[in-house]
């Protein structure tokens, strides 16, 4: 089978989720196309035989304000589905990928080539950007056209049945881990360096939008290292970094917060890690959640969104109410001033970890692509035989 896949070749959840199901189809001996801006970041990690990347140009010109991804978009599609003979394309984001998808189509509906599309609902397209009056209309149109459609997690489902007009079963896939790739490995030396007094460390990953509520991190660690030994990592970067580094600055955290910016090896940073932290206004699932537990970091996070679907109260970490710092930094606090109850949460982590591990879930893509190409299939054939 050959598959198309489109997603945001950046650091962002969708983008990564979208890359690693790529990866493992090629594993699994699919040929795997990606259609983008970008080589995405989490290929750049090796070389897949079966992987092939096809970059979406957008030129210049002096009239264009805003050059017009999407029609490029859609015509990059319409020539890899045409000359690769794509059998499917996998959509990651709704917006724009499922209507360049849907004009894709109608474009080669004309020559008999057209193929079939899912759309793998991710977080924001939905909850945040997606329900907004500019593209409410093109969204539920696009998302309607699909022949498939997936979620990350229930509650995005949900979200999406109560924010737009589906007139089509959402099939919840939960976004998944490479086990083998996500594990913690000894790396005393790293955290030596940055802990040289056995602190405790605290992570932070994401892509520093306004949404994570990134300054609540610097606030919950204020407050715990109050109570004990700690150092902070921040990973990523975007609008609200120079903010909170200077909120950092301003609280005389400087020196216990390391801005480590975008990180390719995260799991390397998360092997050093005693806590993940993640308050997040809303998150639909929480990839980055997941990564970390499974590196056996337990998880502080918000109870936002799907982020109870993957972090245990009580269990693998705990879940407080958006903004209540205070709750997350007794919470954290209480994970770590206990060697013995650290160690259990860890475990707990890695074991909620593995209910995600990719072979669990990849599985559930193959069956959903077969039956999407068999039900097109059919539907073209019945067409061509009453018309
Ligand atoms: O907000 C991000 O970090 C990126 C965003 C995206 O769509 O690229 O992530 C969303 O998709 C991820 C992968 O499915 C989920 O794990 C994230 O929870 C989700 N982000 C939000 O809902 C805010």
């Keep these: 089978m050959k598959i198309g896949i489109v997603c945001y070749p950046t650091f962002g959840g969708s983008g990564v989720l979208a890359t690693e199901l790529g990866i493992a189809l090629s594993d699994k001996g699919y040929e795997v196309h990606f259609i983008t801006y970008e080589q995405p970041v989490r290929l750049s ?27 490029a978009l859609a015509s990059t599609m319409v020539n890899v589905i045409v000359n690769q003979q794509l059998d499917i394309l996998h959509l990651h984001y709704a917006i724009p990928h499922a209507s360049a998808a849907y004009f894709a189509r109608q474009i080669l509906k004309k020559t008999g080539r057209d193929i079939p599309f899912i759309t793998t609902l991710h977080g924001t397209d939905i909850t945040l950007v997606g329900k ?14 699909s022949d498939a459609i997936t979620a990350v997690s229930n509650n995005l489902r949900e979200e999406t049945l109560h924010s737009f007009k589906i007139e089509k079963p959402i099939h919840v896939i939960p976004n998944f881990v ?67 580094e200077e909120k950092a600055r301003c609280m005389g955290l400087y020196n216990d917060v390391r801005f480590l910016g975008k990180q390719e090896q995260i799991s390397e940073i998360l092997s050093i890690a005693d806590l993940f932290i993640l308050p997040s206004e809303t998150e639909s699932f929480g990839l980055s959640a997941l990564e970390a537990m499974a590196c056996s970091v337990p998880v502080i996070s918000t109870n936002a969104g799907g982020l109870p679907e993957i972090n245990i109260n009580g269990v693998t970490g705990y879940l407080s109410d958006v903004g209540d710092t205070q709750s997350m930094a007794k919470h954290a606090i209480h994970i770590l001033s206990d060697d013995s109850r650290l160690a259990q949460f860890k475990k707990a982590a890695i074991e909620q970890a593995k209910q995600f591990e990719k072979q669990h879930v990849i599985p559930q893509y193959e069956q959903l692509y077969a039956e999407v190409i068999a039900a097109y299939q059919h539907a073209g054939s019945a067409t061509t035989a009453n018309g």
């Excluded at 079966?50 to 210049?60: D, G, S, T």
């Excluded at 990134?214 to 990973?235: E, G, T």
């Design 45 to 71: 990690q090796g070389f897949h035989p079966n992987i092939y990347f096809h970059e979406v140009k957008v030129p210049a010109y002096p009239l264009f304000d805003f050059p017009p991804y999407e029609t």
């Design 178 to 244: 490479d086990v083998k790739r996500f594990y913690q490995t000894d790396k005393n030396h790293f955290k030596q360096m940055l802990a040289p007094d056995g602190e405790r460390i605290m992570v932070h990953v994401s892509n520093f939008r306004r949404v994570k509520r990134v300054p609540d991190v610097i606030d919950v660690f204020a407050q715990v290292k109050n109570a004990l030994p700690a150092k902070l990592l921040m990973i990523g970067d975007g609008p609200e970094r120079q903010n909170v």
């Design 132 to 145: 907004d009056a500019t593209y409410e209309p093109v969204v539920t149109f696009s998302i309607n056209e």
